[in-house]
């Protein structure tokens, strides 16, 4: 589960308190996530689609960097921070 320092960290605070990481997001949740975080808004259902379409098809590594890449769009975007 954990794949750098800060999740070490984490995990070892999750063990000592008896507590297991949940699974990692569906690729729409974690979509929705990122638009409700970043712009206060949900994705419009075509965003949506083409991200989760995306993510499903992606190898590890290549999910990493799509959501990065997600990630990057909003913060670039018009919308971040909209609902703010």
Same mark, same amino acid.
């Given at each position: 589960?954990?794949?750098?320092?800060?999740?070490?960290?984490? &995990?070892?605070?999750?063990? &000592?308190? +008896? /507590?297991?990481?949940? @699974?990692?997001?569906?690729? =729409?949740?974690?979509?929705? #996530?990122? %638009?409700? $975080?970043?712009? +206060? /808004?949900?994705?419009?259902? &075509? @965003? /949506?689609? =083409?991200?989760?379409?995306?993510?499903? /098809?992606?190898?590890?590594?290549?999910? !990493?960097?799509? $959501?990065? !890449?997600?990630?990057? &769009?909003?913060?670039?975007?018009?919308? %971040?921070? =909209? #609902?703010?």
């Amino acid at each position: 589960w954990s794949t750098t320092s800060i999740d070490r960290f984490v &995990e070892a605070k999750l063990r &000592e308190q +008896g /507590l297991t990481p949940v @699974d990692d997001a569906s690729p =729409e949740v974690l979509v929705r #996530r990122l %638009y409700f $975080v970043l712009t +206060g /808004l949900p994705p419009s259902p &075509e @965003d /949506l689609q =083409e991200w989760t379409s995306g993510l499903r /098809l992606a190898s590890d590594t290549n999910r !990493q960097t799509a $959501v990065a !890449q997600l990630v990057d &769009e909003l913060l670039a975007s018009d919308r %971040y921070g =909209e #609902r703010w």
